[in-house]
């Protein structure tokens, strides 16, 4: 008898992702928590005194910037100590068995692109960079971490931030049209261990389903997104994603 925490997954699907040429792929905090990088929402959220709305925008930045560093700086140095899991080392693996997978994240970990992945698309940026929001110089994180509380630009002396994309900010642009057109043309589109509540992140699921993908959601629990899905299914993503490819990689053989 197969272990309840195994399910097999659906013909169906298997049949598709062995055919499919396309793959897209929307990720959030829940594919790195396996890694030991917290998420945003529920139990295991950052910081449970902050909700993340409260700190990731400018206006918080502007009234505190020792508190919203503190916040960074503490999410660098552990993210500098993490490592891609399995999670990430099959999405990057799959790039074997299609014409294209694009890994459209929300993350800011990096840890797609360490996992080997070669089409990542950053839709909240980078933790490993920042910059001056007086003359935009670039800032390392060394330089950051090596000063005190809110770092100050080494050109200007003004503020440095984190090149991440906060609440009321908008998305890099490009970076978005690419995301779209990777949705609208995948033919099986994963929302793998994202709450789906943050726009206009979100939405991109809804836009690959009615453009034709076969909508697929990774996710410990149920969220927004599950009923709009195709399929759900429930676990973590370092246990199914593993297994969901040895499934149809060894079908399409
Ligand atoms: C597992 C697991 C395991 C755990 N395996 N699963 C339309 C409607 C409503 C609101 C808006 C809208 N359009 C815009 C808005 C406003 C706003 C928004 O969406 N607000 C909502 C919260 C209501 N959006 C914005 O402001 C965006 N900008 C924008 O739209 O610009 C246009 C504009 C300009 C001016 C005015 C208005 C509009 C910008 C959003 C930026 C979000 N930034 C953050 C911080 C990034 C930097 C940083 O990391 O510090 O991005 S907030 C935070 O949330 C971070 C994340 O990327 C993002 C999403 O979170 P995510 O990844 O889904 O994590 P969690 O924790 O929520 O969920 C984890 C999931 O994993 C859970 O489901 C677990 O169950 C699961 N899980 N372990 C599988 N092992
Ligand atoms: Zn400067």
Request: some cysteine; glycine content about 8%.
């Given at each position: 008898m197969r272990p309840p925490s195994s399910p097999a997954f659906s013909d169906n699907l298997l049949t598709r992702l062995?055919?499919?040429?396309?793959?897209?792929v929307l990720t959030g905090a829940g594919i790195s928590a396996e890694s030991g990088v917290?998420?945003?929402?529920?139990?295991?959220?950052?910081?449970?005194?902050?909700?993340?709305?409260?700190?990731?925008n400018v206006n918080a930045f502007m009234r505190n910037p020792e508190l919203v560093w503190e916040w960074y700086k503490h999410r660098k140095t552990l993210m500098a100590t993490v490592q891609p899991n399995p999670g990430h080392a099959a999405l990057a693996a799959m790039e074997?068995?299609?014409?294209?997978?694009?890994?459209?994240?929300?993350?800011?970990?990096?840890?797609?692109?360490?996992?080997?992945?070669?089409?990542?698309?950053?839709?909240?940026?980078n933790i490993n960079r920042n910059y001056c929001i007086a003359c935009g110089t670039s800032v390392s994180n060394e330089d950051i971490l090596r000063q005190e509380a809110a770092p100050?630009?080494?050109?200007?002396?003004?503020?440095?931030?984190?090149?991440?994309?906060?609440?009321?900010?908008?998305?890099?642009?490009?970076?978005?049209?690419?995301?779209?057109?990777?949705?609208?043309?995948?033919?099986?589109?994963?929302?793998?261990g994202t709450s789906a509540v943050v726009h206009p992140a979100a939405s991109l699921?809804?836009?690959?389903?009615?453009a034709g993908a076969y909508l697929v959601e990774v996710n410990i629990e149920d969220t927004e997104l599950s009923w709009h899905?195709?399929?759900?299914?429930?676990?973590?993503?370092?246990?199914?994603l593993p297994r969901?490819?040895?499934?149809?990689?060894s079908l399409s053989h």
């Amino acid at each position: 008898m197969r272990p309840p925490s195994s399910p097999a997954f659906s013909d169906n699907l298997l049949t598709r992702l062995a055919g499919a040429g396309r793959v897209a792929v929307l990720t959030g905090a829940g594919i790195s928590a396996e890694s030991g990088v917290p998420t945003f929402r529920g139990d295991e959220g950052i910081w449970k005194k902050f909700r993340p709305e409260e700190l990731a925008n400018v206006n918080a930045f502007m009234r505190n910037p020792e508190l919203v560093w503190e916040w960074y700086k503490h999410r660098k140095t552990l993210m500098a100590t993490v490592q891609p899991n399995p999670g990430h080392a099959a999405l990057a693996a799959m790039e074997s068995h299609h014409a294209q997978v694009t890994v459209i994240t929300q993350n800011i970990d990096d840890l797609h692109r360490r996992a080997g992945s070669h089409n990542v698309l950053e839709l909240h940026g980078n933790i490993n960079r920042n910059y001056c929001i007086a003359c935009g110089t670039s800032v390392s994180n060394e330089d950051i971490l090596r000063q005190e509380a809110a770092p100050r630009c080494p050109a200007c002396r003004g503020l440095v931030r984190p090149d991440v994309v906060w609440f009321g900010e908008l998305l890099p642009v490009d970076i978005w049209d690419e995301s779209v057109r990777a949705a609208e043309r995948a033919e099986v589109f994963f929302a793998i261990g994202t709450s789906a509540v943050v726009h206009p992140a979100a939405s991109l699921p809804g836009i690959a389903k009615k453009a034709g993908a076969y909508l697929v959601e990774v996710n410990i629990e149920d969220t927004e997104l599950s009923w709009h899905a195709d399929e759900v299914l429930i676990g973590k993503a370092g246990d199914i994603l593993p297994r969901l490819l040895n499934s149809y990689v060894s079908l399409s053989h």
